[in-house]
């Protein structure tokens, strides 16, 4: 069964330093990876994905994240921090081999950057 | 408005009433999908339909629950008998085609059932 944790329920990093925010996957077949972000009161919003290719996947507002097979890891990753991406990040996976449709999302990590 | 919405933003229901929750996807997106996120939880996934036949309904909690989309467009996420533990948000969301593109999410629906 496909499944995807994030270790981490929260994570404090100043302003302008670097930021991660791990995630492990576990599927059975090739793996589509995402990360969406949710502000208070508001859906979730796209970040990034990994379908194929580069493993180095860039996407909205700086971030990127490291696609790594051995390790089964995709942590997400931005150089410099804003107190504006203070927010609940998710990270999520689905494939198809199973037959079925699902998207699976982590439980989240709460990101809180520090002015 | 060009992204997806959903109707209403808050309910309260009493326990054992029946409650019917709206999703307006995209315009044009084959795929619909419905989330239940409780507090402090990720989104668990409830059902999906590609156009109006429901291909994935494994993640629905009970046959209290009932989702439906008859011409493949706006869905309607039905739970009969709401119970307490039916308190969630409901979050809905669609995509131009299948599972490798990005999902487009709506604010949600928060409801409370006392």
């Known amino acids: 069964a496909q499944s995807v944790a994030q270790p981490e329920d929260q994570v404090n990093v100043a302003e302008g330093n670097p930021l991660t925010v791990k995630c492990t996957y576990s599927?059975?077949?090739?793996?589509?990876l995402f990360w969406y972000v949710q502000y208070p009161n508001r859906g979730l919003q796209f970040l990034l994905k990994y379908i194929t290719g580069d493993n180095l996947v860039k996407g909205s507002y700086g971030f990127e994240a490291e696609f790594n097979k051995s390790q089964t890891s995709f942590h997400l990753k931005k150089p410099s921090a804003l107190v504006s991406d203070s927010a609940l990040y998710f990270c999520?996976?689905?494939?198809?081999?199973?037959?079925?449709?699902?998207?699976?999302f982590g439980t989240g990590t709460r990101l809180k950057v520090l002015a | 408005g060009a992204g997806v919405s959903q109707s209403p933003r808050y309910k309260v229901a009493k326990r054992g009433q029946d409650v019917a929750l709206r999703c307006d996807p995209i315009s044009g997106h084959v795929s619909l999908f419905w989330y239940q996120q409780a507090l402090g939880q990720g989104p668990e996934f409830l059902t999906y339909?590609?156009?109006?036949?429901?291909?994935?309904k494994s993640g629905l909690p009970s046959d209290r629950f009932f989702a439906e989309r008859p011409e493949g467009s706006v869905s309607t996420l039905k739970i009969q008998r709401t119970q307490q533990e039916d308190s969630a948000v409901y979050l809905c969301?669609?995509?131009?085609?299948?599972?490798?593109?990005?999902?487009?999410f709506g604010p949600g629906t928060r409801l409370l059932v006392l």
């Open positions: 999520a996976v689905s494939e198809t081999t199973s037959g079925t449709y699902k998207y699976i």
């Open positions: 599927v059975s077949g090739n793996p589509y």
């Open positions: 969301a669609s995509t131009p085609g299948g599972l490798r593109e990005t999902q487009y």
């Open positions: 339909f590609q156009n109006e036949a429901q291909l994935d």
